[in-house]
Structures are given as C-alpha cells and as structure tokens.
C-alpha cells in the first residue's frame, strides 16, 4: 500500500515483512494484545458472532462494499459506473459510503473506478465492517466488541482525512457521521465563559452547523469544506476557516465534551472538571487517538456582516521572472497587517497565475478590505500585469461563503503541507519578507502549484489552555500543495511513493531549508514526514502521550501518525501489530 512505499514505510514494512510470525496473535505481558486479528485466523469472529452483534446494535452493522464495485466484475453496471466516474472528485459521492476514503491513496487502490471492468475489485485498505452509529450504545457496542475480539477500530466520521486516519485494513469501523443532533444554548456559563454556545452530535458538518446557527442569527467557526464534521478530525487536530483570524481556532471555540473513553465510559468533560487533561488533549492532539466524542458544544457569536475580496493576476510567459517577485514580494509584506484586522487571506500560486480566492474580513467593509489590499493591486498595476479584482459586503456568512468560486473536490491530490513562520515575513532590513522564503514559495509556484491559508491565529485566545501545535499561534500561513493522483499509473503504490518523494524531496527542499522550525499542521501534511511527532505535536508529544496511556492504556485506538501510533506496524497484509511483539519475532527469526 501506499505507506508501505514511503520512506517511513518502508523501514516498518521490510521489518516485519521479513519476519516468521508463527503466533500473530499471542497475548503479551499485561493481556495486551501482540496483533489484531484479520479473516482467516481461528480468532476471528464467526458469521454468527457478527450476526448476534448486527442484532445487538438493531442491525446497523454494514459490510463494506466498495463503492467502485459497480465498475468491476459481476456486480459491473455500465451506466452506474459512469456516474460515479463523473462524480468521483466530489465529497457528496463518498460521504453517504461508510467506507471509502475521500483521499484516495488509502484505499491501496483496492477498487479503482477507472480501471477496466475486469480490474480486481476487493475490500484491501477499506474498513471491512462499519457500525452507523446513532448514539452512545451503539459506540459503547462497538468498543467492546471491538476490544472483545481483538479487532483493528477505526473512527470514521466524514472520511476527509488526507492522511489515512479514518480507513484500515481488516478493521470495523465505528462511523459517527449520522449524529446530526443540534442544541442552540443562548446562556453558557463556565468560569470563564458567558455568552451563546452550541451542542452539536459528532457527525454535524461546519455546513450543517453554519446554517443552524445562521437561522438563530449566530455564526461559528467552522472549516472551508463544508462537509468536513466538526467535532471529529477538524476540532481535534487545530481547524481553521475565513473566521479564524477574528475568532480563533476550531479547537478554542469548545467549551464541553462528551466523550466515550476505551472501557466503554461516557465522560463529559470541561477544561476545569476532573478530566480537564482529556479535553486538552482532544483541542488538538489528533483525531481518532484519545476516545470517541459522542457531542461537543461550542462558543457562537452574533451574527456579523463579512466582506470578501477576490484577486486573479495573470502571470504572463514573456514576462521577466524578477517583474513577477517583485509583485509577491509585496504582496507578502501587506499580509501581518492585512491578518491582524481580523482578515483571513487564502491565496494560490501556479506557474501561470496568482490567486486570492478570498480574502475575507468578518465585521470589515468592502472598502476598508479594499484599503489593506491597496499595495498588492498599486503594485500590480505599477507593473503591468493583467488582474481581476472584485469585492463586496454580505450580510452573514452563508452569503459571504457562498460567494467564493469553488468546488470541493475529494481526492484529487496526494497532499503536502508546511506552517510557514510569521517572523520569515517580517524579517529583512525593511521588514519585509526573506528572500529565501519568497524564493523558495515562487520554486514551488512555477513547478506546481502551492495554496497559503494564511490567518493571524492569536485572536480570541481562549482562558484555558488548549493543545494544538503551539506552532500554528506563530504562523502566517499554512503553505498547502499537492500532485494529482494518477489512477491509472501502472504501479499505483510506486506512483503515490513518487509523488510523496516529489514534494518531500525536491518542492519542499527550499521551505525545509528556511523554515526547519515551522512544523505543520496535522491534518494537511505529508503523511511520511519523518519528523512527524516534533512538526505535528510542538512540544506537546510526550504529555499528550501520557494522556492517551491513561485513557486508553489498551491501545484500542489507532491512527496513522496519531500519539503512540509508533508503537504500531502495519504488515503488507495490513495487519495491525505492536513493534515490541515485531522486535521479539526478531530475536526469535534469529536464533
Ligand atoms: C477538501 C478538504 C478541505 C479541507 N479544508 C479544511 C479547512 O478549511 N480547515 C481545516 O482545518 N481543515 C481542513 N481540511 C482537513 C480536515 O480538517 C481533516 O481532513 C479532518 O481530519 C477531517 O475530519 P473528519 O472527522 O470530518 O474526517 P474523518 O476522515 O472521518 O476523520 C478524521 C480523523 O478524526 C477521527 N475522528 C472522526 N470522528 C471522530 C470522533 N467522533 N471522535 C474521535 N475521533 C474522530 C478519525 O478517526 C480520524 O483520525 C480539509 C480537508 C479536505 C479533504
Ligand atoms: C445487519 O442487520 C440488518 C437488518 O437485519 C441487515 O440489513 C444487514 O445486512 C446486517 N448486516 C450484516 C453485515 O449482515
Ligand atoms: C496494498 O496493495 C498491494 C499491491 O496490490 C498489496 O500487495 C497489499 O497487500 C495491499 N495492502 C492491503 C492492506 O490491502
Ligand atoms: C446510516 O444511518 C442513517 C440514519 O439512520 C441513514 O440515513 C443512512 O442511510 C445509513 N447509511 C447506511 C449506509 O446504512
Ligand atoms: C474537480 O472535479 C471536477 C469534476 O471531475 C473537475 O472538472 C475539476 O477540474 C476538479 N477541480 C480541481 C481543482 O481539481
Ligand atoms: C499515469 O500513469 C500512466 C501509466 O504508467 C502513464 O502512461 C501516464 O502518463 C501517467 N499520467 C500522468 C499524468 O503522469
């Protein structure tokens, strides 16, 4: 699979690869289980065990089809095929799956809908079992079954992860997507806080949420995809959006958790009650690793007129290179003052043209947005480069939002991503930007093309303290890039591992280089970053270790790059085993 190709991957692969497992599923010292169990071995549950379980949990229990089935084999349609090839890219297509992943690398290509029909077609890196949870029995079901039979679990909400959390092989998944319950609380008071909140279950997407409190007149911070559900991967690894430059991050909006821990316990938990060192480590230190959050309730804020800026700049074959730097070395400078009044700037830069798409100020008007980015447009016209440039007010954000040319696409890309530092902006003679930073974005920019989601995230710190990667407080932009996934590369594995290299190696060389320090943000980063615990966790590893050892002291939970993840391998045939148990087999190979 495409991990076992990266450079991470292919130390943990080839090590337990080479090894003789003769009992795969011995208990280890403290009954903690050496590997998961998978089909075939005598551990795995009978079609009975699982048919009890399905009665259990009123029949909600799903075997997963892969939903490009339907291209392939005896289950081939023609007609349904060509609608799901149409609408591959679009989240809508996958988020009613209990199974597939909207990054696409993680299904280890196992069923691809643009092979030939008579492609192989199996269930590979998907979840082979998910539960459509509606509430706490059915997540406390699935942890102990789970638990019981020593089975890989995966959480799974709306399946956006681009690092391959919410999917694994031979794994059941508990799927929290249909906990779509909302709670308007006009009067939330905690010791430090008093003014409007929100409860909302699991599975509610920043759409769902947005529009909800727009019709009780609140707005909430919630991420630019709407579909991605806000108490699962975004709230747990930072979340940003266009709000966060005036409200914070996803994880500083959360006033209360409910939580079910490993043992099957409902928790709600507060950052001053008894479990205030579980809701630290759910405000940021990932996804899928501490226990499952059933319903979280959030701060909102008064509803607010938000203006948005668009900018597209033609880059001209003919012109000299230094005309164009010139331009974005100006534009980088307007930023720090731009972000501080409240604006969040998302930018891009292909080889053929410069974006701001949008630039968006909550509580701003058009012309005080206009007046910020005066210097980037006098320049531009300076220098005589073509651009379009529009802006306008809206009365919320449903309208604001609604006004930026987009389509959220799925799983075009393999993903790269690196938190650039704000000092890197404001560093030169004049204060401007370092040469080698505006070197190293136009070195990405003319090869391919690199996104800047660039926000000041120091606004509206909250009382307590939260543990998302401090580095994300210091950044000016999280630089985001990608290469197209090649579906009908004849080595699908060995083209994600070169597309990851590609990024890894050569686009990101000149950023590694000027901003070793930056870190990234856990969820849009390279999934084989070497330096993952440091650049993903700030200085918070160790204690958000500690926190997951006292709440999960089994290991149920598991994500790739999530806290204590390296405690875990993943063998070619996607069995999930503890590295002790995989260096004991070792010593034992060896003897
Ligand atoms: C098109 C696109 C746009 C994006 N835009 C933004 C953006 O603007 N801002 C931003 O910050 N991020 C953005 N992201 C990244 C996004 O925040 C992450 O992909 C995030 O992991 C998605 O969370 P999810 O729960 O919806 O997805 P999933 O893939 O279902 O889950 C992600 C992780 O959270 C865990 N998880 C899910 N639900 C729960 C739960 N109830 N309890 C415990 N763990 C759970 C999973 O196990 C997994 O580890 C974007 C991603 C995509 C694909
Ligand atoms: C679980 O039970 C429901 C209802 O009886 C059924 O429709 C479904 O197919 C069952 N799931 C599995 C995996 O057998
Ligand atoms: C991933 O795909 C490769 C190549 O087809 C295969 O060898 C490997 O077993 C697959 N892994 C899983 C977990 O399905
Ligand atoms: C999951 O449950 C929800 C709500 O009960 C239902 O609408 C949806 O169709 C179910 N999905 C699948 C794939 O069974
Ligand atoms: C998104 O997918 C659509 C439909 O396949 C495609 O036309 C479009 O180019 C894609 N957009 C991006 C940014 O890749
Ligand atoms: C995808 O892979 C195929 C087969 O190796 C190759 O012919 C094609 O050029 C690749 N496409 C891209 C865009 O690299």
Redesign the pocket.
């Known amino acids: 699979m495409g991990r076992i190709c990266s450079a991470q991957g292919v130390i943990r692969g080839t090590l337990v690869a080479s090894l003789i497992i003769s009992s795969v599923i011995g208990r280890h010292q403290h009954d903690v289980p050496s590997c998961r169990v998978i089909p075939g071995d005598e551990q795995w549950p009978t079609d009975e065990t699982w048919a009890d379980f399905n009665q259990s949990i009123s029949g909600r229990l799903i075997r997963t089809v892969p939903i490009a089935s339907v291209c392939h084999g005896s289950t081939y349609d023609e007609g349904k095929c060509a609608t799901l090839r149409d609408n591959w890219f679009f ?1 809508a297509t996958h988020l009613p799956s209990s199974s597939s ?3 696409y690398e993680w299904s280890n290509d196992s069923c691809n809908p643009f092979t030939p029909p008579e492609a192989p077609c199996v269930i590979g890196n998907h979840v082979l079992y998910a539960v459509n949870a509606t509430g706490l029995s059915d997540y406390q079901a699935t942890l102990a079954f789970a638990s019981k039979h020593n089975i890989r679990l ?10 391959g ?3 694994g092989a031979h794994a059941l998944a ?1 799927w ?2 249909h ?1 779509k319950s909302t709670q308007l609380l006009p009067t939330f008071k905690s010791s430090t806080y008093a003014g409007g909140a929100m409860k909302i279950g ?2 509610v ?2 759409g769902e949420a947005q529009a909800f409190a727009h019709s009780h007149g609140r707005v909430v911070v ?4 709407p ?8 709230v ?7 709000l966060s430059s005036k409200y914070g ?2 994880a500083d909006q959360v006033l209360e958790f409910e ?1 079910v821990t490993a043992d099957g316990e409902l928790l709600t938990i507060t950052p001053y009650n008894d479990h205030a060192d579980l809701f630290w480590a ?1 405000t940021g230190g ?9 319903s979280m309730t959030i701060k909102t804020y008064p509803e607010t007129p938000i203006s948005i800026a668009l900018l597209t700049v033609t880059r001209p074959p003919n012109r000299d290179p230094k005309t164009f730097k010139s331009f974005f070395r100006t534009f980088l400078s307007t930023l720090p003052a731009t972000l501080d009044s409240g604006v969040t700037v998302i930018w891009a830069l292909f080889p053929t043209a410069f974006m701001i798409f949008p630039a968006a100020g909550p509580d701003l008007t058009a012309q005080q947005l206009d007046f910020l980015l005066q210097p980037t447009r006098a320049r531009l016209k300076e220098l005589d480069f073509p651009y379009e440039y529009s802006s306008n007010t809206y009365p919320d954000y449903p309208s604001a939002f609604a006004s930026v040319p987009r389509t ?4 075009d890309y393999h ?1 790269n991503g690196r938190l650039i530092p704000r000092s890197l902006v404001e560093t030169s003679n004049d204060g401007g930007p370092s040469e080698e930073l505006i070197d190293a974005l136009l070195h990405i920019g003319n090869l391919a093309g690199n996104a800047g ?1 660039s926000y000041n995230l120091n606004a509206n710190l909250p009382a307590h303290p939260v543990s998302v990667n401090p580095k994300l407080r210091s950044t000016i932009f999280n630089l985001a890039l990608g290469v197209p996934i090649n579906y009908t590369a004849a080595v699908p594995q060995h083209s994600y591992a070169e597309a990851h290299d590609f990024m890894n190696s050569v686009l990101l060389e000149p950023i590694k280089k000027v901003a070793p320090d930056g870190g990234a ?1 856990l ?2 980063a390279s999934p084989y970053e070497n330096e993952w615990k440091r650049d993903f966790y700030g200085g918070n590893y160790d204690e958000l270790l500690k926190v997951k050892d006292k709440y999960d002291p089994v290991g149920l ?1 598991y ?1 790739w790059t ?1 806290v204590g993840s390296d405690r875990w391998v993943e063998r070619a045939d996607g069995r999930l085993c503890r590295v002790e148990f995989a260096k004991d087999e070792i010593v034992h190979s060896e003897l």
């Open positions: 989240p992943p909207m990054a995966v959480i799974r909400s709306s399946g956006h992860d681009y690092l959390k919410s999917t508990l929290t997507l906990l699991a599975g997407s920043g919630v991420g630019n995809c579909s991605v559900t806000l108490a699962g991967g975004w747990q690894g930072g979340g940003h959006g266009i991050l996803g939580v759910l990932g996804g899928g690793t501490f226990g499952v959050v059933l959220w696409n799925a799983s993903m989601v943000y969820s849009e939970f994500a999530g």
